[in-house]
């Protein structure tokens, strides 16, 4: 069995873990930054900010899950929100080519409806599911009932990227997004970004974050936080929540490229169970 996700999960810690992992792509002018092992994340978050040309991204091809499915009988892929990205039809395309060129495999696709730290999450509880034994279908039940009780929530520094490439509407946009505000929001039940709070300052955006915790009913479940060059914020945010909660059941991780092309630098962005 093999887990695979996309490299929005921003899951480097490959240990104890049969990974494979399909890369996005960051485009900015004639650069194909693609989100794998070799990308120099810093020399493209450089360029980023230098570069006055059109940016996007794009999902992995078919043929780039198909590599990442390895050579496996049972796949659980899980994928970014379909209700921002391609990412998920192309992981699709993949099964159906997989599965007919792999007899007897099965590929089980997984929309994770929300990015980053809660794809980890439900890639940690495949794993676990794993380990006990439970039957193909099993485990994938369980982990679409998993999903139901795991969130993201997010501060951005900026949500231009979001904007210009046509992900989020442009008058909420121009609305929010100002220098020193950062924007507390959540992952939708679309898998869409639900911006909720404009904060002045870290401080204020980090307290937020937490209130929003203890309202969805977060007790002491596990906890990603992935940040993209803060991890000060990233620190505070889980002495926040051992003050809070009793303790941060949880780790801290660096945003990969994909997540770092729209969490812009200064984000933070938190999965959780509730
Ligand atoms: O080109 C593509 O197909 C990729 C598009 C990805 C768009 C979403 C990236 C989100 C990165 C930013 C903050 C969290 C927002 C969560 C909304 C579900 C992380």
């Known amino acids: 069995m093999r887990i695979v996700t996309d490299s929005s999960a921003n899951i480097v810690d490959y240990k104890d873990m049969n990974l494979g992992v399909a890369p996005l792509h960051i485009i900015v002018g ?28 794009a999902s992995p091809s078919p043929e780039e899950w198909e590599r990442a499915f390895g050579n496996d009988d049972i796949i659980f892929c899980i994928t970014i929100t379909s209700g921002l990205s391609g990412t998920y039809n192309s992981a699709l395309a993949a099964k159906g080519k997989y599965e007919s060129e792999h ?30 034994g439970a039957s193909p279908d099993e485990i994938y039940n369980r982990l679409i009932e998993y ?38 929001g959540k992952a939708s039940e679309e898998g869409t970004l639900l911006p909720m709070d404009k904060c002045r300052g870290e401080k204020k955006a980090l307290n937020k974050l937490v209130n929003h915790l203890k309202k969805c009913g977060y007790k002491n479940g596990k906890i990603i ?50």
């Open 103 to 132: 007899k007897g495999s099965r590929v089980f696709i997984i929309d994770s409806l929300s990015t980053g730290p809660e794809i980890e999450l439900i890639a940690e509880k495949a794993q676990e599911l794993i380990g006990t």
């Open 147 to 184: 999903k139901e009780k795991t969130h993201l929530y997010f501060s951005l520094a900026s949500v231009k990227n979001f904007a210009k490439n046509g992900r989020i509407n442009p008058v909420v946009a121009t609305g929010i997004d100002f220098l020193g505000i950062k924007i507390v």
């Open 225 to 274: 936080i992935a940040h993209n060059n803060n991890e000060t914020g990233a620190e505070e945010l889980s002495k926040l929540i051992e003050d809070e909660f009793g303790l941060f059941n949880g780790k801290i991780n660096k945003t990969r490229a994909l997540c770092s092309y729209y969490a812009e630098p200064g984000s933070i962005l938190i999965g959780f169970e509730a």
């Open 30 to 57: 004639d650069m194909d930054y693609v989100d794998d092992d070799m990308v120099d994340i810093d020399a493209m978050q450089k360029k980023l900010s230098s570069y006055k040309g059109k940016t996007s991204t």
